[in-house]
Nanobody
Framework: VQLQASGGGLVQPGGSLRLSCTASRSTFNTFSVGWFRQAPGKEREFVAAVSWVAGRTYYADSLKGRVTVSRENSKNMVYLQIKDLKPEDTAVYYC?????????????????????WGQGTQVTVSS
């Protein structure tokens, strides 16, 4: 499975952005898809995740309320909406997939819980 994240760019503080993730397979099937981000010099951190079949969502505590993860089954797409962007949101954003319809726990915030990764898309928040 090859994943591709897109939709990044340069955004002013306070703005919003919607990132998209698509897969090379015709469908995510029973996968769960997570979003992570990595700022320069920092570890990759969990942002949000969604389970494909049940539509369960899971968010990083620090970002809850500013991000929304969703899926569009008919288009085989997963989205990450981020609002009220701050300079500290500047990072490369990655989508990742795991072939299970997860009932998320704190363990699913770890990168090791996802088998497939995309290239990432750069988000820069600056005035």
């Amino acid at each position: 499975v090859q994943l591709q994240a897109s939709g990044g760019g340069l955004v002013q503080p306070g703005g919003s952005l919607r990132l998209s993730c698509t897969a090379s397979r015709s469908t995510f099937n029973t996968f769960s898809v997570g979003w992570f981000r990595q700022a320069p010099g920092k570890e990759r951190e969990f942002v949000a995740a969604v389970s494909w079949v049940a539509g369960r969502t899971y968010y990083a505590d620090s970002l809850k309320g500013r991000v929304t993860v969703s899926r569009e089954n008919s288009k085989n797409m997963v989205y990450l909406q981020i609002k009220d962007l701050k300079p500290e949101d500047t990072a490369v954003y990655y989508c990742a997939a795991d072939p299970f319809d997860k009932k998320f726990t704190s363990a699913d915030r770890g990168t090791a819980r996802y088998d497939y990764w995309g290239q990432g898309t750069q988000v820069t928040v600056s005035s």
